[in-house]
């Protein structure tokens, strides 16, 4: 389904290529915090040690 524009209540447009672009950002974010939350519990060292800093910036305890 092609949406060409969208309109709330209140009045805003909202283009589908902006649904789109909104929608691509949302998958991309849930991937990353996927990916790095995973990450935290992984067995291996090597992966374990790839992604420490990235959680220590983002509070995720990992030891």
Excluded: W
């Excluded at 447009?13 to 929608?23: P, V």
């Amino acid at each position: 389904m092609i949406l060409s524009n969208l309109t709330s209540g209140a009045g805003v447009n909202i283009s589908g290529e902006r649904i789109q672009a909104l929608k691509a950002a949302f998958v991309a974010l849930c991937l990353g915090v996927g990916l790095v939350y995973l990450t935290g519990f992984a067995a291996t060292e090597a992966a374990h040690n790839a992604a420490h800093d990235t959680r220590h910036s983002l509070s995720f305890p990992c030891h």
